[in-house]
């Protein structure tokens, strides 16, 4: 039965000690502390992922561009990035001058096709920068040989991976450089916000430099030797981020009983089918992620009569290689899961009766289509 207004497709879970950090730091975050909650927070990330470097930034896309800013692509560099993810992936390549080579995905995790990615290298290629896309960690081991036979950086864009395990090993760790996404919509939230994580020195000192105008300050206070951004993480939303992660395993909890829920009440059906941790995978499940495999209703107007029931739904991201900007790309399985494949709800906040009330209308527009 409908309970709410709205079920929204996702939100954070927000607890009172998390405003209290927020407004300790708006009350005290000035003066000499102006940097004490941005470090607090970029030490405890650090602790949690078992990195050497961590970076606050404005957003994940702040994190990622400077990352690949940092490895030194540039122009007339080409990037291979999965076809499918959130645009944010192919704009910061081409951002710094280079070109996105847009590749297939796999059809059991929806990430890069390890299988597709050397027919993509030219002798122009120096990067690869696989998405953990929806939390479910890409096929790093051999995304890594490739890039080692072919003397390629990887970079691994783990904008909404926080928490994900590749065969044990932490995403964002696995490869030069990561960034993370802290936006309102991920699993753990400051607002916007994100994260660059390294275990390089390099990377990181001129990360440090980039974030903010290209700053070298040996050479005197406000000296920049290089043309740099302004991608400070503010200390109002580092606080949030510090509460945020002392609650990770909870948030966690809370995606993995979501995920196990709609997993069970759409066990039996052949119509839907969820995307499950490959094996050796622990994913977040950020968002849980389904396919849609019938010829009777088409995925726009099944997401409409869920709009009419009040449930709020997200489709899959659309390949970069249909959008203007982008090179053509032949991603036949990246087209369907653009065509047939979305996430479920998963705001933080519904209840095992919200998630009962959802699958009721999923269950219901499948069987009267
Ligand atoms: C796969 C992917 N890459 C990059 C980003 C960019 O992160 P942000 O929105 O924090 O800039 C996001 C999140 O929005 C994402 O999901």
């Known amino acids: 039965m409908q309970k709410r207004d709205r079920y929204h497709s996702a939100g954070p879970s927000i607890i009172p000690s998390d405003v209290a950090a927020v407004a300790d730091a708006a009350a005290n975050g000035w003066y000499t502390n102006f940097r004490h909650h941005i470090s607090k927070f970029e030490d405890e990330f650090k602790e949690y992922l078992g990195v050497k470097y961590a970076l606050a930034t404005s957003s994940g896309t702040a994190a990622l561009h400077l990352s690949l800013a940092a490895a030194g692509i540039g122009p007339g560099d080409e990037v291979i990035v999965p076809d499918l993810t959130w645009v944010a992936t192919g704009n910061v390549v081409q951002l710094l001058g280079a070109r996105a080579v847009p590749v297939d995905i796999r059809p059991t995790d929806w990430n890069i096709d390890p299988d597709k990615i050397e027919a993509a290298i030219t002798d122009k290629t120096k990067a690869i920068f696989p998405v953990h896309l929806y939390g479910h960690p890409a096929d790093m081991d051999r995304i890594n040989a490739i890039a080692e036979k072919h003397g390629l950086l990887v970079i691994e864009d783990a904008a909404p991976a926080i928490g994900s395990k590749y065969k044990g090993r932490a995403a964002g760790t696995l490869a030069l450089a990561a960034g993370f996404s802290f936006q309102g919509a991920k699993l ?162 519904l209840t095992e009766e919200d998630m009962g009330y959802i699958c009721d209308v999923v269950e219901g527009i499948l069987d009267n289509a």
């Open 188 to 349: 753990m939230v400051t607002g916007q916000g994100g994260m660059l994580v390294t275990d390089d020195k390099t990377i990181y000192d001129r990360a440090v430099s980039l974030v903010e105008h290209g700053r070298e300050p040996e050479h005197g206070i406000f000296y920049s030797g290089k043309t740099g951004y302004n991608y400070k993480m503010p200390a109002l939303c580092a606080a949030l981020g510090s509460s945020q992660l002392t609650r990770l395993d909870d948030i966690i909890a809370i995606k993995h009983k979501q995920q196990a829920f709609y997993t069970e009440r759409f066990a039996s059906r052949d119509d839907v089918q969820m995307i499950e941790a490959q094996p050796d995978m622990y994913c977040n499940y950020a968002y849980p992620s389904l396919m849609l495999k019938t010829d009777k209703i088409n995925r726009d107007d099944f997401f409409e009569a869920l709009r009419a029931k009040n449930i709020d739904s997200r489709p899959t991201f659309p390949r970069q290689s249909t959008m203007p900007t982008f090179m053509d790309a032949d991603s036949p399985v990246a087209k369907s899961v653009e065509e047939n494949g979305w996430n479920l709800p998963t705001a933080a906040y």
